[in-house]
């Protein structure tokens, strides 16, 4: 069963040690200690506590959207260039860098700017995915 230490845990959800020290305090996610007393939580926890957390995250003050999109990131526009018919928008969403290129005619549309909150979508039925070791814990 892979585990992530308290430190591995907070570099994945882009939050302190001390949020997740704090959140295991408080019984919303379970840790248990390994053999040298580190706090130690379980993936698979990690996991249902990531999408827990997810399913809360949308604003209330936003308007509903129906799509069939699930991958959403939201963050902050830290870049934009324009040329004369597309740009190039940068978004900072946690520790995720997104990067959208679009015709320039979206993003003045959009209002696109450094500094306004924005959410990238992502659509693809092509995701390629990574791991350090396969089968590593």
Same mark, same amino acid.
């Not at 585990?3 to 845990?9: D, G, K, N, V, Y």
């Not at 840790?31 to 580190?38: F, K, L, P, Q, V």
């Not at 959403?72 to 740009?87: K, P, Q, S, Y």
């Given at each position: 069963? &892979?585990?992530?230490? $308290?430190?591995?845990?907070?570099?994945?959800?882009?939050?302190?040690?001390? &949020? *997740?020290?704090?959140?295991?305090?408080g019984?919303?996610?379970?840790?248990s200690?390994?053999?040298?007393?580190?706090?130690?939580?379980?993936?698979a926890?990690?996991?249902?506590?990531?999408?827990?957390?997810?399913?809360?995250?949308?604003?209330?003050?936003?308007?509903?959207?129906?799509?069939?999109?699930? /991958?959403?990131?939201?963050? $902050?526009? &830290?870049? *934009?260039?324009?040329?004369?018919?597309?740009?190039?928008?940068? $978004?900072?969403?946690?520790?995720?860098?997104?990067?959208?290129?679009?015709?320039?005619?979206?993003?003045?549309?959009?209002g696109?700017? *450094?500094? *306004?909150?924005?959410?990238a979508?992502?659509?693809? &039925? /092509?995701?390629?995915?990574?791991?350090?070791?396969?089968?590593?814990?």
């Amino acid at each position: 069963m &892979t585990t992530f230490r $308290i430190s591995e845990a907070a570099g994945l959800l882009g939050v302190s040690a001390d &949020t *997740v020290r704090r959140w295991v305090d408080g019984g919303r996610l379970p840790a248990s200690r390994d053999e040298h007393g580190h706090r130690q939580v379980p993936g698979a926890e990690l996991a249902a506590f990531v999408r827990d957390q997810a399913r809360g995250a949308a604003p209330s003050d936003q308007p509903e959207r129906f799509s069939s999109a699930r /991958n959403r990131l939201r963050g $902050i526009v &830290t870049d *934009v260039v324009r040329d004369g018919v597309m740009a190039q928008v940068e $978004i900072q969403a946690g520790p995720f860098r997104v990067v959208s290129l679009m015709s320039r005619e979206a993003a003045d549309d959009l209002g696109l700017q *450094v500094g *306004v909150v924005a959410e990238a979508v992502v659509k693809s &039925t /092509n995701v390629m995915v990574e791991v350090a070791e396969p089968g590593a814990s």
